[in-house]
């Protein structure tokens, strides 16, 4: 049960799961550059001894690893499982009544306790200037805060079982905010703390907002957890963390005793100043938008306080292991939500938003005698209708017909569908809807489009494991390249509008059309570089689906719309970077030089093989 950030830093390092970096690191850049190096070559948790500008201790690559993780909560990993479980379906308890007692009774001893008596927090009070000013990405705006634990109260309802706990980054610097006087808020409006925005401002009132950093782990994981209803984030702390969260009041702001920093303020809602660019899950820049400014009121640090940081980027990072805690903790909550849906995988190497893939019921039975997808309709609107699965801009669904299915079996899934689809009945779009505010492939911040593949039955077509040869002489289309079965990458110069690559897409499935048919062949993919989206599943999925919007990038062969639904032979998906699209994440070369040294023979991490 660990009371803080250090004592697990020292139970990790006790059981080789922890190096020491002694030398001094730069924060600009340098900590980032280690960070990513260690954690793709599946490395330990770094503790940072000598943050350069900082008297403070930085600590990274902490949920690096998934074996990692759960050996941080393997003293309660069990029981809070149940616990979940039970909140997502209560019937279970009648069902068995013993084991639930226990279950309950742990749930209650975790609430969230009240007192004065020890605030190991409040041991200092500093300045914002004094914290390790951590920047990722060269062209990020500033320094960020990546693994916050933002914390606010419902403004009509206050107390601490009506609070949120969220984690949305915070900027500490950079723009034009004032130093040590202002930080940046980056959240979206339908988040727990923009709930309690719009609430704070129709009393004509600041947000007052705490900022928790650091401390025992279980809270850090705590803020990114989705829960079921009336369960709390700060409880489901207490229970990873076997030790109740300690807090109090000070001039209206909750203080964590146990954190290591804690920053107050106040949000105004007409206060907004430029926040970002970010490096950000999707492998691109987060741009320049407005966003509410938080005005700081104090800062605060325990005694030998260690800042905590993650490094966020194109997918797998270490975010990812956050994705499968959550998934393995939450365990069946979508089949409760959703009755009828047996898995939803949200694709981590998409970016996680942009694409899903789901697995229902077909039970219905048609008048007809064939075989077509009818519930798993209304299941795929209740997906997209349903929290941050509403973000994604494509879904492919299916139900399994006398063979299991697993989505996570990637390429085994995508060929099943596109085996079994109808591209004349089966493809079912949504324009002017909403994406993710981080996804810039769309027509404006936040502004996008969707589509459902759906398909059941039986098998419709073989599909292609080479490139067909009428794809080799169609002028416009260069380097067509096999993906995978069923799925052909080729490249198609470039363009300047929307226009110009509806002509070309014409051009190109019109000439298609003269040289015949590729039914063995659902799926072409445009794109700037056929090579390097065809070298690996990862590239193939991060292309393809952060640099299309369906609305405006899906195109066909021999389309139609009839009755409004849109039919093709072939689908085409344009997944060529956009002139509007953000600007992917590139390392600076002189920063991966100096990090070198660190991994040479006689560096902290010469161990570590990269």
């Not at 200037?129 to 419902?154: C, N, R």
């Not at 798993?376 to 973000?391: E, H, P």
């Not at 070298?535 to 195109?555: A, C, Q």
């Not at 998906?573 to 590139?586: F, W």
């Amino acid at each position: 049960m660990y009371r803080s950030m250090e004592e697990c830093l020292m139970d990790l390092e006790k059981h080789g799961h922890l190096v020491r970096i002694r030398e001094e690191v730069d924060p600009h850049l340098e900590m980032a550059s280690i960070h990513l190096r260690v954690y793709e070559a599946g490395g330990p948790a770094l503790l940072f001894e000598r943050v350069k500008g900082s008297k403070f201790r930085a600590v990274s690559n902490l949920f690096g690893t998934i074996e990692r993780s759960k050996f941080i909560f393997r003293n309660t990993w069990d029981v809070t499982q149940r616990i979940i479980a039970l909140r997502n379906n209560p019937l279970s308890a009648l069902k068995h009544p013993l084991q639930s007692v226990g279950t309950g009774l742990a749930a209650l001893t975790a609430l969230p306790m009240k007192g004065m008596s020890s605030r190991p927090v409040a041991a200092q009070e500093i300045a914002i200037s004094d914290l390790p000013l951590i920047k990722h990405w060269p062209m990020d705006g500033g320094a960020f805060v990546t693994l916050p634990q933002v914390y606010t109260e419902d403004p009509d309802k206050p107390g601490i079982m009506n609070s949120n706990l969220g984690m949305y980054r915070v900027q500490l610097n950079g723009n034009s905010y004032e130093q040590d006087r202002e930080v940046g808020v980056h959240y979206q409006i339908h988040r727990g703390i923009g709930i309690h925005q719009t609430k704070a401002t129709k009393r004509g009132e600041p947000l007052k907002v705490s900022i928790f950093v650091g401390g025992p782990p279980s809270h850090t994981l705590a803020a990114v957890m989705p829960l079921p209803e009336g369960l709390s984030e700060l409880t489901v702390a207490g229970m990873l963390g076997g030790r109740r969260f300690r807090y109090s009041y000070e001039d209206g702001f909750c203080i964590s005793h146990d954190a290591d920093f804690v920053i107050t303020g106040e949000i105004y809602p007409e206060d907004t100043k430029p926040e970002g660019p970010f490096g950000d899950h999707l492998g691109y820049y987060s741009l320049v938008h407005p966003f509410p400014v938080m005005k700081v009121r104090k800062v605060y640090a325990r005694e030998h306080a260690i800042w905590p940081f993650t490094v966020v980027g194109r997918p797998p990072q270490e975010d990812t292991a956050f994705g499968e805690l959550i998934h393995e903790l939450t365990g069946d909550a979508i089949k409760q939500e959703i009755p009828g849906v047996k898995e939803v995988h949200a694709v981590d190497a998409a970016g996680v938003h942009p694409l899903l893939f789901a697995i229902g019921s077909e039970r219905y039975t048609p008048y007809q005698q064939v075989k077509q997808p009818a519930e798993l309709l209304t299941l795929a609107n209740r997906i997209l209708g349903t929290g941050q699965l509403s973000l994604a801009k494509y879904l492919f669904i299916t139900a399994e017909d006398r063979q299991p299915l697993d989505t996570h079996e990637i390429e085994q899934f995508l060929m099943y569908i596109l085996e079994r689809m109808d591209l004349k009945r089966d493809i079912h779009f949504q324009t002017n809807t909403t994406i993710d505010t981080l996804d810039y492939s769309g027509t404006g911040l936040n502004t996008g489009s969707k589509v459902v593949f759906a398909a059941y039955g039986d098998v419709k077509r073989e599909l292609c494991r080479e490139v067909p040869e009428l794809l080799k002489n169609i002028r416009g289309l260069d380097n067509p390249r096999l993906v995978f079965p069923g799925v052909v990458a080729v490249e198609a110069g470039t363009f300047e509008s929307y226009e110009q690559a509806a002509g070309q897409m014409k051009e190109i499935s019109d000439a298609i059309r003269e040289q015949g048919t590729i039914e063995s062949c659902p799926m072409l993919v445009v794109c700037d570089d056929s090579f390097f989206l065809s070298e690996s599943l990862s590239n193939f999925l991060w292309v393809t689906f952060t640099r299309s919007n369906p609305s405006h990038d899906i195109y066909g062969v021999n389309s139609y719309v009839e009755h409004k639904h849109w039919s093709c032979d072939n689908v085409i998906i344009d997944a060529r970077s956009k002139p509007h699209q953000a600007p992917p994440l590139l390392h600076d070369p002189e920063v991966e030089k100096r990090v070198d040294e660190l991994f040479a023979r006689n560096g902290s991490l010469s161990s570590i093989r990269l």
